[in-house]
């Protein structure tokens, strides 16, 4: 049994192994996309005690990366609607090649290698026709792109390849934009967010949906455990007065499981979840606030409330052995409750894992 004090401690102490395959670049345990202080972008590595190994330019501001399971090279997406995905190599930052979402589209932000490495996938928006689209990159012929298949649903936004290697899971977040509105969100009174899972084909071969009363929740973010245990996160999109659950558990073939903590520390997240993973050896999970300051930690088999930590501006958040590592907007780099380094960067939403082992 493991107890509270012995979890608490463990949150403190975690640490990523480092992951062979990038030891060219000085064994980065992260990637992160950040803000110099003369405004620029750039994407960043970290090891799991805080220190950059490798800093990229990027052309604009950036949002997530994906990591190849293999060699030391990364996708750097751009923030919606943006169409540009920069594939870099991290050992002396060139960039090899420049992804640009097909005319109608734009990127979201988020991609997920295969297994293998050989395939690319991106998640897109065809705007004209208000659907969501995953796009097919040949990584073997340079990124080209191969084809696409529908998300599943409207705003598609993260993207991640189950344990089983053969299939995807997708938050479509359910809200209609256009890039001539900017970021504004067109369809909020009818919006219908869903979780799908789709073959490496691209059939469906799931889809879950929340309860009629929740259909404002848009579902964005996802982790997922080595069981397949999906964890996704949601952004509130109705009044400021509701405080539905900000985050969901599933697992295929089950009925989602929605996990709130008690009403004052909810309410504390400000309906805004904006980053989630898994940690303590898969028996917890976490989600972040940047309008709220919160993270908040989870056990799974309770369902409960474990712990909960104020942190200007935090949501860059990623799994440790038994815990979680953060980043932030004020530039902090470190483990939940513990010691931060501190760096001159704004730090942008998301936090990814390197878990390869190559």
């Given at each position: ?16 192994l ?6 060219s ?18 994407l ?19 949002h ?6 293999v ?16 594939v ?6 060139t960039?090899?090649k ?7 589209r ?10 293998d490495?050989?395939?690319l ?6 705007y004209?026709?208000?659907?969501g689209?995953?796009g ?6 340079n990124?080209?792109r ?11 936004h993260?993207i991640?390849l ?37 073959s ?19 579902i ?27 985050l ?14 008690p ?15 898994f940690?303590g ?16 930690v ?7 409330l ?22 932030t907007?004020?530039g902090?780099v470190?483990?939940f ?5 501190q760096?001159?960067l ?13």
């Amino acid at each position: 049994m493991v107890t509270r004090r012995r979890m608490l401690a463990g949150l403190a102490a975690a640490s990523l192994l480092p992951s062979a395959g990038w030891s060219s670049v000085g064994t980065p345990d992260y990637l992160s996309a950040a803000r110099a202080p003369n405004g620029s972008y750039l994407l960043a590595g970290l090891t799991a005690t805080g220190e950059i190994t490798f800093t990229i330019p990027l052309p604009a501001r950036g949002h997530a990366a994906a990591a190849h399971p293999v060699r030391a090279e990364a996708v750097a997406f751009a923030r919606r609607p943006g169409t540009f995905a920069l594939v870099m190599d991290c050992r002396d930052g060139t960039v090899l090649k420049t992804l640009t979402a097909p005319e109608g589209r734009h990127f979201y932000g988020h991609g997920a290698f295969s297994a293998d490495g050989s395939t690319l996938f991106t998640s897109e928006n065809d705007y004209e026709a208000g659907e969501g689209i995953i796009g097919l990159w040949d990584v073997t012929q340079n990124y080209t792109r191969i084809g696409e298949f529908s998300s599943g649903g409207i705003g598609p936004h993260d993207i991640k390849l189950l344990p089983d290697g053969q299939s995807l899971v997708v938050a479509n977040g359910g809200i209609e934009t256009h890039p001539d509105m900017g970021r504004s969100k067109l369809n909020i009174p009818v919006m219908q967010p869903n979780l799908s899972y789709i073959s490496l084909a691209g059939g469906v071969l799931e889809q879950v949906e929340l309860t009629a009363s929740l259909h404002k929740n848009s579902i964005r973010h996802l982790a997922v455990r080595q069981d397949g245990t999906v964890a996704f996160a949601m952004q509130w999109q109705g009044s400021k007065s509701e405080a539905p659950p900000l985050l969901g558990l599933h697992q295929r073939g089950e009925t989602p499981h929605l996990l709130s903590a008690p009403e004052a520390a909810h309410r504390a997240m400000q309906g805004y979840a904006g980053s989630v993973a898994f940690g303590g050896e898969g028996m917890l999970v976490a989600i972040t606030s940047p309008r709220g300051n919160q993270t908040q930690v989870f056990w799974i088999d309770r369902r409960e409330l474990l712990v909960s930590q104020t942190l200007e501006d935090v949501c860059g958040i990623s799994t440790a052995p038994t815990g979680f590592f953060l980043t932030t907007g004020t530039g902090l780099v470190g483990r939940f409750r513990a010691n931060k380094r501190q760096h001159p960067l704004q730090w942008d939403n998301h936090l990814i894992a390197i878990t390869s082992q190559a």
